[in-house]
């Protein structure tokens, strides 16, 4: 038996409510990958003045994997194939954002071949390099940096996801 046409109405009420008062998170999804000498990609972002690695904000309805996907695919070219989520960061409100949360993927090794074809395809990005550990630590901005430290340290815990604040473990 259907539902009266009623009950249904009265549902989408009740949800387009709830979504109004509830609050909404931003979500990115960025990407480490590594090369051959396991130095990480970053890239140049021509609308900011900081490196960062690959990835980007979710868009509405998106998952953050989608996400990730998209944007690797938009900036790079790349049909990436994702490992597992190596740590999630919750970023406080910050200038004129909101907090958000930041799922960082495993992108894994490239081949040497791979890592030689990538070239930015999007405006978005001025360029992109390998660079080894300590000179991430310089490029990145520190909250940014203390993230993709704690995801690189999660490559040697297999099936393990850690849980950040602002890069920092609770």
Excluded at 45 to 70: C, F, H, I, Q, T
Excluded at 83 to 92: E, Y
Aim: charged content about 30%; glycine content about 6%; hydrophobic content about 40%.
């Amino acid at each position: 038996m259907e539902r009266p046409q009623s009950h249904a109405q009265d549902r989408d009420a009740y949800l387009a409510e709830g979504n109004a008062r509830q609050a909404r998170k931003r979500v990115a999804a960025d990407v480490v990958f590594r090369d051959a000498d396991s130095r990480i990609l970053l890239v140049d972002p021509s609308y900011k003045p900081d490196w960062d690695v690959p990835g980007g904000m979710a868009e509405a309805n998106e998952s953050p994997r989608d996400a990730a996907l998209r944007e690797i695919r938009e900036e790079l070219g790349f049909q990436a194939q994702l490992g597992r989520i190596l740590c999630v960061d919750w970023v406080s409100p910050h200038g004129p954002w909101d907090d958000s949360l930041v799922f960082v993927f495993d992108g894994g090794a490239l081949t040497t071949e791979q890592a030689a074809s990538l070239r930015p395809v999007d405006a978005e990005l001025r360029s992109l390099r390998f660079v080894a550990s300590e000179e991430a630590a310089v490029m990145l901005r520190p909250y940014a940096w203390r993230r993709i430290q704690a995801a690189l340290t999660q490559l040697d815990t297999p099936g393990s996801t850690l849980y950040l604040e602002d890069g920092y473990s609770t």
